[in-house]
């Protein structure tokens, strides 16, 4: 299912499955993400999934197993067995929110109002978790325009802050810094402290749902 591996480190292996971001690629990541993940083989350290690629870390004194667990994925194909939840996720695409909803409306060529009923109809698919914990990168949307990050990344954005680049989005879990474009605010929360998980996870799906004003603070309360 992949297409090429490299050792990346003297303890880690990157599959690579391709250079675009789309989801049967990433179905197929995820695939051999779970498998991994299921059968807890001893010598895997750690698993990271991303739009296009596997990252396999391992005690060294295992490489030869790991090599023939490399060769044996080749053979598994478990696309039938990934488990996907929905989140319905609610966002306020208020102006106070959407800081960057101009940047939106030249690269897209649509008003707000029309990109609000596109990124809020849309399934996304959850291709990754990255950055920092509990951040989704979401995607993708029906559109073909191109959309950049922002030239002066902002030093601080609010957590729960929504953000747009091309065909993507994320949800900032916490307070942090960063380049995408601002698009709204949800109170949705990304991260279980307590049991130090994720809530969305990939392979998952999210529908936005959008809000007033009036109800985003009744839900921040």
């Known amino acids: 299912m992949f297409i090429t591996y490299q050792q990346t480190s003297e303890q880690s292996y990157l599959l690579n499955y391709g250079e675009d971001i789309n989801i049967i690629t990433n179905k197929k990541v995820i695939s051999h993400f779970n498998y991994l993940i299921k059968n807890k083989f001893k010598y895997i350290f750690n698993v990271v999934p991303s ?6 870390e391992f005690d060294i004194n295992f490489k030869k197993d790991v090599e023939i667990l490399i060769q044996k994925l080749k053979l598994i194909d ?5 488990k996907s939840i929905q989140h319905l996720i609610s966002v306020c695409y208020d102006e106070e929110y959407a800081l960057d909803y101009k940047n939106v409306e030249n690269a897209f060529s649509i008003d707000f109002d029309e990109f609000i009923n596109l990124h809020s109809s849309s399934i996304l698919n959850v291709f990754m978790i990255g950055f920092m914990p509990g951040l989704p990168f979401l995607g993708l949307l029906n559109i073909n325009q191109s959309l950049p990050r922002l030239e002066n990344p902002r030093i601080s ?16 879990p916490n307070q942090s810094s960063g380049g995408w474009n601002l698009v709204g605010k949800t109170t949705f929360n990304l991260f279980n402290k307590n049991s130090n998980t994720t809530i969305l996870n990939p392979g998952d799906t999210v529908k936005f749902h959008n809000i007033s004003k009036k109800d985003f603070i009744k839900n921040e309360k």
């Open 51 to 56: 739009f296009n690629k596997l990252l396999i």
């Open 78 to 82: 478990e696309n039938d067995e990934v």
């Open 157 to 172: 954005i609010p957590a729960g802050s929504v953000g747009v680049v091309d065909k993507l989005s994320v949800i900032y």
